[in-house]
């Protein structure tokens, strides 16, 4: 059998179900990381789509080929799967999603020891070339046993030990689960505070009926953002498909971008451990730095993909790591990323300050104007980027991801995407007016003026 390279993504494996991704990929799939690891114990968890259950189970046998036994957490949110793999000192593991995507597609995100995840640029590409010359499995050793284990409450301990939810002040919380796995949680997770919790599609379904699982994309925060208004809610929290992503609404039904959720974040650490590594990836506003500094932190610009964040924060000790696409990792969570710790400290900082949502931000939004993510698509990315060199050759010039510039009231951050023929554009200004106008003038230099 032939399985296709295009399903080995940078951060993932990913594709269609069953044209580009079935039961026999699986199976290649797990036996190759058993190998690869030289693995004698897997975890692997799943989240709701029809088809995620039978990957699982193929994973597991392909694994099992290898000699390496499986511990099966069943349906989980990724980050139980990463806590299940490093807690438990596995050598590795598979989360069974296609995270946000429609129903329709399905894939694995992997880990190895301490749920370092694989990526393009370590591992994934050693995986692609072992699982397509499987030509058959091996026969195994007969010890590889499967193990199914309830993680719930042990992991729901875990978060509580992080925040106590006890001392929640009892704010009206609008929570959309989209349908996703996070409607399994997060009842256990926010049932024993004074929380009146309003909740949107929990019953778990993963054919999403109601809207796509990503709430990144307005459409799908469009309902939240009006219950939030209907139902005069303190404020919103929204989940992704696979819940390793929270959005936040505040009170006036406004949408939150990731910058400044990483900027809340880190004053609410930096509040109980003064002068630690904060690390922030490139395409945020200054918001996230100077807010960093402002609690005594120290801030590094980091790489997008959460790899590169996770090796980072173990390799120099960071406490925190933010993405403006809502992932957010944690030191005191195996450095994995986590959907429920960032609206465990957002609620805990409300009720430690006493203050609304939008107060908190309201610093953040008369200071930090920021665009957004804005694609382009080229027909020559290098062509696009050296035109972005010249043409603002009189900034500060970076070249950690695409190019970044830095000028005195203004400053971007143009990056290829990795699987399209796209530019991706951030810029952050001192004012509305300012922001516009140079998010036009990069925008016409991307696009060939």
């Not at 749920?115 to 692609?128: F, M």
């Not at 005594?296 to 997008?304: A, E, I, K, Q, Y």
């Amino acid at each position: 059998m032939r399985i296709p390279d295009g399903i080995f993504k940078a951060y993932d494996v990913r594709g269609l179900y069953p044209e580009e991704l079935d039961e026999a990929v699986a199976e290649r799939i797990g036996c190759a990381l058993a190998q690869q690891l030289g693995a004698r114990r897997l975890g692997a968890g799943m989240d709701p789509r029809p088809s995620s259950r039978g990957l699982l189970e193929a994973f597991a046998a392909g694994a099992a080929a290898a000699g390496a036994a499986t511990i099966d957490f069943g349906l989980v949110p990724t980050e139980m799967l990463y806590f299940g793999v490093a807690a438990r000192a596995l050598d590795g593991g598979a989360m069974i999603t296609a995270s946000h995507n429609p129903p329709q597609y399905n894939g694995m995100k992997l880990v190895g020891e301490g749920a370092l995840p694989l990526s393009g640029d370590a591992g994934i590409p050693e995986l692609r070339e072992r699982s397509q010359a499987l030509e058959e499995l091996p026969a195994g050793d007969g010890g590889a046993a499967r193990e199914r284990v309830d993680l719930y409450p042990s992991y729901v301990a875990h978060l509580h030990g992080l925040v106590d939810v006890a001392a929640f002040r009892p704010y009206k919380v609008v929570m959309d689960a989209a349908n996703g796995v996070a409607g399994k949680l997060a009842p256990l997770v926010f049932g024993g505070s004074a929380l009146d919790c309003v909740e949107m599609y929990f019953e778990v379904d993963g054919t999403f009926p109601n809207h796509a699982p990503n709430p990144l994309l307005e459409e799908n925060s469009r309902e939240i953002r009006a219950r939030v208004l209907a139902e005069k809610a303190d404020l919103g929290i929204a989940w992704d498909g696979d819940a390793d992503r929270c959005f936040f609404i505040d009170e006036a039904g406004e949408f939150v971008p990731g910058d400044f959720v990483t900027a809340l974040l880190a004053e609410a650490l930096l509040l109980k451990n003064p002068g630690a590594r904060i690390l922030y990836d490139l395409r945020a506003s200054r918001a996230v730095p100077d807010v960093i500094r402002a609690n005594g932190g120290v801030p590094l610009v980091n790489r997008v993909g959460h790899a590169f964040f996770k090796q980072r924060m173990r390799r120099e000790g960071g406490l925190f790591g933010g993405e403006v696409s809502g992932h957010y990792y944690f030191a005191a969570n195996h450095n994995a990323d986590s959907g429920f710790i960032p609206a465990l400290l957002v609620l805990d900082l409300l009720s430690r300050k006493q203050a609304t949502l939008a107060e908190l931000l309201e610093p953040l939004r008369s200071r930090y104007y920021i665009s957004g993510e804005i694609n382009s698509t080229v027909d020559d990315v290098p062509a696009a980027l050296t035109r972005l060199e010249r043409r603002f050759s009189d900034g500060e010039q970076g070249h950690l991801d695409g190019i970044s510039v830095d000028y005195e009231h203004w400053h971007f951050n143009v990056r290829p995407s990795n699987t399209e023929p796209l530019l991706r554009l951030n810029l952050g200004a001192d004012s509305q007016a300012l922001m516009e106008e140079k998010r036009d003038l990069v925008l016409a230099v991307i696009r060939g003026g």
